[in-house]
């Protein structure tokens, strides 16, 4: 077996600024099992470090597969993955077999833009030093399936625009994520076009200082489970589920709403919404002026919150 010390590990950086223009046409990345000596190879490694190899192989279709080697066990991932494979237009599919993320702090916009990436399997993946996932896959237009691990992600912070103008997107399984720490999760679900329904029931929210935009533009969503966890902590609320036009029922009788501080366009254009349940020990009080339901022609009945919000 070979040692995965830290002096004898690859990082792998191979997917940088020099790398971009050779991979542009790359619609999968595989792990191969040996050289393929009759290509052109990049061999990357530094000092007292085991090398991988890079290579293009054409398939008979005229696809392009990006193909790497190494003898190393695992391929360890640098600790910032920030932009690594941000906007690979024909990208469909990457392989991480042998890769290990427990290094990796930042995530942030890893597969941003990938508008061909279809579905990406990071069960393998250990994000327990990660901090920052914000738009993450933010574009992915074709993406259908994400399957994430079951491991701790304790240390995570931003899920900002995480899955944002992910089209396709119709179901998402994050009941795994530890957000306890987590700050940030504005436009978290924005422009999730086919998105229905979305169960954060097993979330922590009590350090969230930002819902913006959380599900706008989500026009088929109809449905949401909030945790039962108090959101003490939280200010900005406005626009979060701004034009879910699908949307006629919203329960946030477990928030706590009285430290926010912006709220508006809450529901604008939610042309379907039929009740809104509010919490019925706090209120807004510390929004001045703000208008929640503006289009919402359909609205019937709103629950613990006065007429000076409608």
């Not at 406005?238 to 366009?265: E, P, R, T």
């Not at 019925?280 to 002026?289: L, P, Q, W």
Request: net charge negative; charged share 30%; glycine share 4%.
């Amino acid at each position: 077996m070979i040692s995965t010390q830290l002096q004898e590990i690859y990082y792998m950086g191979f997917l940088q600024e020099e790398l971009r223009s050779y991979i542009l046409e790359t619609v999968e990345i595989q792990r191969a099992k040996t050289i393929k000596n009759n290509q052109k190879i990049f061999n990357y490694a530094l000092e007292d470090e085991m090398p991988v190899w890079i290579w293009k192989e054409k398939t008979e279709s005229g696809r392009w597969i990006l193909k790497y080697y190494s003898e190393a066990e695992k391929i360890y991932l640098p600790e910032y993955c920030d932009e690594m494979f941000d906007e690979m237009p024909n990208l469909e599919r990457i392989d991480f077999t042998g890769i290990d993320s427990s290094l990796t702090k930042n995530m942030y916009s890893m597969f941003g833009r990938c508008e061909n990436l279809r579905e990406i399997d990071l069960s393998g993946f250990d994000f327990s030093n990660v901090v920052n996932m914000g738009r993450m896959f933010s574009g992915c237009k074709k993406l259908k399936e994400i399957k994430f691990p079951k491991s701790c992600y304790q240390k995570l912070k931003d899920t900002s625009s995480m899955f944002a103008n992910c089209k396709k997107l119709q179901n998402i399984d994050i009941s795994n994520l530890d957000t306890r720490n987590v700050i940030k999760m504005d436009c978290m679900f924005e422009g999730c076009r086919k998105l229905r329904d979305v169960d954060l029931m097993n979330l922590e929210v009590k350090n969230v200082i930002s819902m913006k935009r959380l599900f706008a533009y989500c026009s088929n969503l109809e449905s949401v489970k909030f945790p039962k966890s108090k959101t003490p902590n939280l200010e900005d609320m406005s626009w979060m589920f701004s034009h879910c036009k699908s949307l006629k029922k919203v329960d946030l009788s477990n928030f706590d709403i009285s430290n926010v501080k912006k709220a508006d366009g809450m529901f604008d254009n939610c042309i379907n919404l039929e009740e809104a349940i509010f919490p019925e020990d706090n209120t807004f009080e510390k929004c001045e002026n703000i208008r929640l339901f503006k289009d919402c022609n359909k609205l019937s009945s709103v629950e613990n919150l006065g007429l000076e919000y409608m």
